[in-house]
């Protein structure tokens, strides 16, 4: 019912910037709580940021916590996740995913619509 695509992801130097953004179908979207994960090779995914239906609240990962932003505008059915100093760490795929409630959530599961992924790569 909510299609997402994620876009944005490249090849950063450590230190640079970049920003993903998550295009969604749908007017439901503005409704439902929505976040960012992460998978690097042989590891299993990882929260990294989630937000609100309407914005107002947000949560981070520790390991980005003072560095990432996440954002949305509903009027555009987009969420954003603003990326700085990067480092080697963060290299992974980037997926954005929705949920069909307002509240915050840090699991995987509890999400329900997911992205296809965006490759970020820092280079040391």
């Known amino acids: 019912q909510v299609q997402l695509v994620e876009s944005g992801g490249g090849l950063v130097q450590t230190g640079g910037s970049l920003r993903l953004s998550c295009a969604a179908s749908g007017r439901t979207f503005s409704t439902y709580t929505m976040g960012w994960f992460r998978q690097a090779p042989g590891k299993e995914r990882e929260f990294v940021a989630t937000i609100s239906a309407r914005g107002r609240n947000t949560n981070y990962a520790d390991s980005v916590k003072g560095r990432f932003t996440i954002s949305r505008d509903n009027a555009r059915n987009t969420g954003y996740l603003q990326m700085n100093s990067l480092a080697p760490e963060d290299t992974a795929v980037y997926y954005c995913?929705?949920?069909?409630?307002?509240?915050?959530?840090?699991?995987?599961?509890?999400?329900?619509?997911w992205g296809q992924g965006t490759q970020v790569t820092v280079s040391p």
């Open positions: 995913a929705s949920r069909r409630s307002v509240l915050l959530a840090r699991i995987p599961n509890e999400y329900d619509y």
